[in-house]
């Protein structure tokens, strides 16, 4: 048994949804043909925007990058000659080489060199599309800092004469003319295809570098897709393919230009060192030679003393190894210097004299890198940067460390060279007899020998310099080359068809709904029915006339029946004869009160009742004026007035025999009080012995309380709405007077409505009446006939 009510509520519930889902499914399909309309419209823009906008097609390339964590390909076929002088020095990795490509700074290049900035269009099909090679070009002989974007009209006027024509600037030029135009600079006009030009609108769209950059900085795409290679995917969309191609191929050469650009610097270095000191060495060569060829003269050595042979060979060995020593330290020497030359702290350092040791190679690698990435950073940023501060930091840290390593192979070498020197004079010690000139001579010749080693040593770094940079290749290379797709990736058809139907469908629900949750206004008679449990007695149409006698002038119409049937509804309110006090409130004027009063009297009155209708709107009366009655003497004269007889106030009504009405007199200053006087239970009694009915127009009741004054002595209240006037939350009134009891026989008449929007049908139509439909109705009552 307790399950019961619980099922009920569920039952009631599910009902409730049910119906919900049915008003939200009658309020679509009641605006079918603005779907109609709204997904023609929605479809036709997506046809025109999928006509006119020009296809943007994606181009792709693939490029392999020598990553020494990932294992690339080129880096092995380059390991051999990457050893021969230590020249290669900063490892690098695919992710590196992303960051590098990204860079705008790499975009900049391809702009200048293929002049982007300037974009050449011509108007077909009521669209400008972009030329790659168009008949002319323009070309900025010399521009202002920061270009701004202007745009110019190209008319050809005969063969050689163009008229051009921006904003601020219209002139007829020759091909080879320049002009000068304010905001973008000095312009020549030169000829590229003049004879396929045609009369048609041609367009140069001009904007600074900054700005085309950016541009294409956002067309671009730089990834790895597979974490496990070392291959860059670059994609670039592009409107034209031939031209997409051809900046994505001149991306990739900026990149490898630059790749071996920093890799040749280190070369470069290495060289330029060779060089000073090959100059210094050879000049000091040639002086020993010079000492050593004056001894022999001077001295008329000829010849050597069988001993003089004896020491040389005894010597010999010691002698080259002395000289390699000697040559050691005076490398590490010049390395030192160079070092500690705060000239040169910023240049690349020369790879190919430092010594073989494991440490002293990671530490160059590492000094070397950072240089080249200092010089890539300040094309960009200024010293000041905290990026290229933290740069110089890293720098001036390893250059210690690499002075501290050469200072120590120096030591070791020093010590070396020392010990070689003291093997070679007591080697030279232990042989006796020979002359002091041969043994003087032999010093010089060692000297010489020295200076000797020294400069092949050199001569030979400096070949297998210039070798390496002669064999240098690029980190990366093009395994795919930039090609574009066959079909474009916007704009894509069937998506943009799609979205214009879904837009079509979706704009007008939200169109609906919208009004739906803005609207506090009454709409539906669900709406009525979910505020109130009062009922719905009547229902009057919207009259479009602005006459009020609709009963008197137009009996057959669709409203005069309405009325009918709200008299046929109040038969089973008023069941006795005795009940006959009809009163008419509503929550606020402009609502329908005397409209209705007025028409349902009539219909009463047609039926052979004798009706009374009584203006007790004391303060804000409408009803006599809009019947064309004098309210000279009324209800307010008989309350005041001793003496004066109900027959006095009661005028009879032209419209119908059988209508009366009592006007409300002058407006008294105390309208309740008015109300309240002792005269009116008389009155009431006195008038339902004449009449069978009484009509009482009474003020708003959501405004002032003389309604509810008046409500004792009516037999039935019958609660105007107004539909899109009434607010939902004044039905909140009529309910609080149903619940409390304070009316009797409350009952709800819904008057001004707009069929479709109410959701009801009579059945009656427009009967009597002729259809006064719009180009819409038209358009829908076509459709529904052919249906």
């Known amino acids: 048994m307790n399950n019961l009510p619980k099922r009920n509520m569920v039952d009631h519930i599910d009902e409730e949804d049910s119906i919900n889902l049915k008003e939200i499914f009658n309020k679509l399909t009641d605006k079918w043909l603005f779907f109609a309309l709204s997904v023609f419209f929605c479809l036709l823009i997506s046809f025109l925007y999928t006509r006119y906008t020009p296809p943007t097609y994606q181009i792709k390339a693939k490029l392999i990058v020598n990553d020494d964590e990932k294992g690339g390909g080129v880096g092995k076929q380059a390991g051999a000659l990457m050893d021969?002088?230590?020249?290669?020095?900063?490892?690098?990795?695919?992710?590196?080489?992303?960051?590098?490509?990204?860079?705008?700074?790499?975009?900049?290049?391809?702009?200048?060199?293929?002049?982007?900035?300037?974009?050449?269009?011509?108007?077909?099909?009521?669209?400008?599309?972009?030329?790659?090679?168009?008949?002319?070009?323009?070309?900025?002989?010399?521009?202002?800092?920061?270009?701004?974007?202007?745009?110019?009209?190209?008319?050809?006027?005969?063969?050689?004469?163009?008229?051009?024509?921006?904003?601020?600037?219209?002139?007829?030029?020759?091909?080879?003319?320049?002009?000068?135009?304010?905001?973008?600079?000095?312009?020549?006009?030169?000829?590229?295809?003049?004879?396929?030009?045609?009369?048609?609108?041609?367009?140069?769209?001009?904007?600074?570098?900054?700005?085309?950059?950016?541009?294409?900085?956002?067309?671009?795409?730089?990834?790895?897709?597979?974490?496990?290679?070392?291959?860059?995917?670059?994609?670039?969309?592009?409107?034209?393919q031939q031209k997409g191609e051809d900046i994505l191929n001149t991306l990739i050469r900026k990149y490898t230009e630059a790749n071996l650009s920093d890799k040749n610097a280190i070369a470069d270095s290495t060289y330029r060192f060779i060089k000073e000191r090959l100059n210094l060495i050879a000049s000091e060569l040639g002086d020993v030679e010079n000492k050593v060829e004056t001894f022999k003269q001077q001295n008329r050595l000829a010849d050597m003393s069988e001993q003089g042979k004896l020491l040389v060979q005894n010597t010999g060995e010691f002698s080259t190894e002395y000289a390699k020593a000697e040559t050691q330290v005076n490398v590490l020497t010049?390395?030192?210097?160079?070092?500690?030359?705060?000239?040169?702290?910023?240049?690349?350092?020369?790879?190919?004299?430092?010594?073989?040791?494991?440490?002293?190679?990671?530490?160059?690698?590492?000094?070397?890198?950072?240089?080249?990435?200092?010089?890539?950073?300040?094309?960009?940023?200024?010293?000041?940067?905290?990026?290229?501060?933290?740069?110089?930091?890293?720098?001036?840290?390893?250059?210690?460390?690499?002075?501290?390593?050469?200072?120590?192979?120096?030591?070791?070498?020093?010590?070396?060279?020392?010990?070689?020197?003291?093997?070679?004079?007591?080697?030279?010690?232990?042989?006796?007899?020979?002359?002091?000139?041969?043994?003087?001579?032999?010093?010089?010749?060692?000297?010489?020998?020295?200076?000797?080693?020294?400069y092949i040593f050199l001569m030979q770094k400096a070949e297998e310099t210039a070798i390496s940079k002669t064999s240098n290749i690029s980190i990366a290379k093009t395994i795919d080359p930039p090609k574009a797709d066959i079909s474009p990736i916007s704009p894509k058809k069937f998506v943009?068809?799609?979205?214009?139907?879904?837009?079509?469908?979706?704009?007008?629900?939200?169109?609906?709904?919208?009004?739906?949750?803005?609207?506090?206004?009454?709409?539906?008679?669900?709406?009525?029915?979910?505020?109130?449990?009062?009922?719905?007695?009547?229902?009057?149409?919207?009259?479009?006339?602005?006459?009020?006698?609709?009963?008197?002038?137009?009996?057959?119409?669709?409203?005069?029946?309405q009325f009918r049937a709200l008299r046929t509804n109040l038969s089973f309110y008023l069941k006795t004869k005795e009940e006959k006090v009809i009163l008419l409130t509503s929550s606020m004027s402009g609502e329908g009160k005397s409209f209705t009063a007025i028409n349902l009297g009539n219909i009463l009155a047609l039926a052979g009742k004798k009706v009374l209708l009584m203006e007790l709107d004391l303060r804000k009366p409408g009803l006599s004026a809009k019947l064309g009655v004098s309210n000279d003497i009324g209800f307010s004269n008989y309350t005041i007035t001793t003496g004066l007889k109900v027959e006095d106030i009661v005028k009879p009504l032209s419209i119908n025999k059988n209508m009366f009405i009592i006007s409300s007199g002058p407006l008294p200053p105390n309208p309740a009080e008015t109300l309240m006087s002792e005269h009116m239970p008389n009155l009431i009694k006195e008038l339902k012995v004449q009449f069978d009915y009484i009509i009482m127009d009474a003020p708003p009741i959501g405004i002032i309380a003389d309604a509810q004054l008046l409500s004792v002595y009516a037999d039935v209240t019958l609660y105007l709405v107004r539909q899109k006037v009434t607010q939902k939350n004044q039905l909140t009134i009529v309910e609080e007077l149903y619940r409390s009891g304070k009316m009797k026989n409350l009952g709800i008449i819904v008057n001004d409505i707009f069929s479709k929007a109410y959701g009801y049908g009579y059945g009656y139509g427009n009967y009597g009446q002729e259809k006064d439909e719009s180009i819409l109705s038209k358009i829908k009552n076509t459709f529904k006939k052919r249906g």
């Open 84 to 240: 021969l002088g230590g020249l290669i020095g900063a490892k690098n990795s695919v992710d590196n080489e992303v960051e590098i490509l990204r860079t705008r700074f790499l975009m900049e290049q391809v702009v200048r060199q293929m002049q982007l900035n300037i974009v050449y269009t011509k108007k077909i099909d009521f669209v400008s599309r972009e030329l790659y090679q168009p008949p002319f070009r323009f070309n900025i002989i010399k521009g202002v800092d920061t270009i701004r974007a202007t745009k110019f009209d190209v008319r050809k006027i005969s063969n050689s004469k163009f008229r051009v024509t921006s904003k601020d600037f219209t002139k007829d030029v020759s091909s080879g003319d320049k002009f000068a135009v304010n905001g973008v600079g000095i312009i020549q006009l030169e000829p590229n295809q003049i004879g396929q030009m045609d009369s048609g609108e041609y367009f140069v769209q001009v904007t600074s570098i900054d700005e085309r950059v950016a541009s294409l900085m956002g067309q671009l795409s730089v990834a790895v897709s597979n974490k496990q290679v070392s291959i860059i995917d670059l994609g670039l969309s592009y409107t034209l």
């Open 334 to 454: 010049d390395l030192e210097k160079y070092l500690k030359d705060e000239n040169n702290n910023k240049r690349v350092f020369p790879s190919a004299l430092v010594p073989s040791d494991m440490v002293f190679s990671n530490l160059m690698s590492q000094y070397n890198a950072l240089l080249i990435e200092r010089e890539k950073q300040l094309l960009s940023d200024t010293e000041e940067s905290p990026f290229v501060k933290n740069i110089d930091n890293q720098i001036r840290g390893l250059r210690s460390d690499i002075l501290s390593n050469v200072q120590s192979t120096k030591s070791a070498a020093i010590f070396t060279r020392n010990k070689l020197r003291g093997q070679l004079n007591q080697a030279e010690g232990q042989i006796s007899g020979v002359p002091q000139i041969e043994k003087n001579y032999l010093k010089l010749a060692r000297n010489q020998q020295i200076k000797q080693e020294l």
């Open 496 to 561: 943009i068809y799609i979205a214009g139907l879904l837009a079509g469908l979706i704009l007008p629900m939200i169109w609906i709904f919208g009004q739906e949750l803005l609207n506090t206004s009454i709409k539906t008679k669900d709406e009525i029915i979910s505020h109130t449990r009062v009922p719905v007695i009547g229902e009057i149409s919207h009259n479009s006339s602005t006459d009020n006698l609709i009963v008197a002038n137009q009996s057959r119409s669709a409203i005069s029946e």
